[in-house]
């Protein structure tokens, strides 16, 4: 299989594609990406033509759904601009817009038959499990559920000083046992708090846009902007689109400083991250 990716002024879009196609003939092909072209508006001239060419090819457009919602002046636009054209259709199990987002964009996720190596989407990195609980049962046991009388009795101090540095240890190993968990690629080892806030805060306010939007789609209004539906639907967007906005600034903020402070403790100058 083979993936092109095209800018799409529609004109040179198009003509690439023909010169793509024509090299890749008697392949599979899948095409990925932003075309600009609503796959919904199918009396505009630029969807005709490239569908013309889709048609040339034997290429279908496998995205169904509404990939991205925007305000423009006072309407919100719901458009299908996110695609993915193939000529080997039947080996695809599913295509289908998912809930989350990138950018101002519906993600898509896409299941093919093919028989290819699956690259892994985490990182599997072993850790000691010190959730509050655990860390609770650990304290908890060390005070009242320790005897230290035999220890206090003791005059040898080299010997108090192993017995209870073995006990902390034995503790340790009992209370927090090892965890295997998955990281991401663009995993952040040392999230700041004011990082986990806008992470918590932006879940909560994009449900609250998604349940919002659902309650207008239901009553039937086409975002007169003027109901009260309406007028509480576009402000959860706005408030989402801030907070998503500077999750992202914080996020890049917190990176950065992490990647100084690792470059500082192995005494590397870092005026130029700066």
């Known amino acids: 299989s083979s993936g092109i990716n095209a800018e799409w002024p529609l004109r040179p879009g198009i003509d690439y594609m023909h010169i793509c196609m ?15 072209i609503d796959q919904n508006n199918i009396n505009s001239s630029q969807y005709k033509k490239l569908d013309m060419t889709l ?3 034997n290429l279908v457009q496998t995205v169904q759904g509404i990939t991205r919602m925007a305000k423009v002046g006072n309407k919100f636009t719901q458009t299908t601009i996110d695609v993915v054209f193939t000529n080997c259709y039947s080996e695809f199990v599913n295509c289908s817009v998912l809930d989350e987002k990138i950018g101002d ?14 690259a892994p989407k985490y990182e599997k990195v072993v850790i000691r499990n010190h959730c509050k609980n655990n860390v609770k049962q650990f304290l908890a046991f060390l005070g009242e559920g320790s005897d230290y009388s035999r220890l206090l009795e003791s005059n ?3 010997a108090v000083t192993t017995g209870l540095c073995e006990h902390i240890e034995d503790a340790y190993y009992k209370y927090f046992p090892l965890k295997t968990i998955q990281r991401r690629e663009n995993f952040i080892d040392k999230p700041s708090a004011e990082l986990l806030d806008a992470i918590k805060g932006t879940g909560k306010l994009y449900k609250k846009f998604k349940k919002l939007k659902d309650e207008v789609l239901k009553s039937g209004c086409n975002h007169c902007s003027t109901c ?22 914080i ?11 690792d470059l500082k403790k192995k005494k590397v100058p870092t005026a130029t991250l700066r």
Do not use: M
Request: charged share 35%; glycine share 6%.
């Open 228 to 249: 009260g539906k309406c007028l509480k639907f576009e402000k959860a967007w706005g408030n989402y689109k801030s907070k998503r906005n500077l999750r992202t600034k």
């Open 251 to 261: 996020s890049r903020t917190c990176r950065r400083q992490n990647i100084i402070e």
């Open 22 to 36: 024509r090299q890749l003939s008697g392949k599979k092909v899948v095409w990925i990406g932003d075309v600009n």
């Open 55 to 57: 048609k040339s090819y």
């Open 156 to 158: 040898n101090v080299e």
């Open 105 to 118: 964009h519906q993600a898509i996720k896409c299941e093919i038959s093919y028989k290819v190596p699956k």
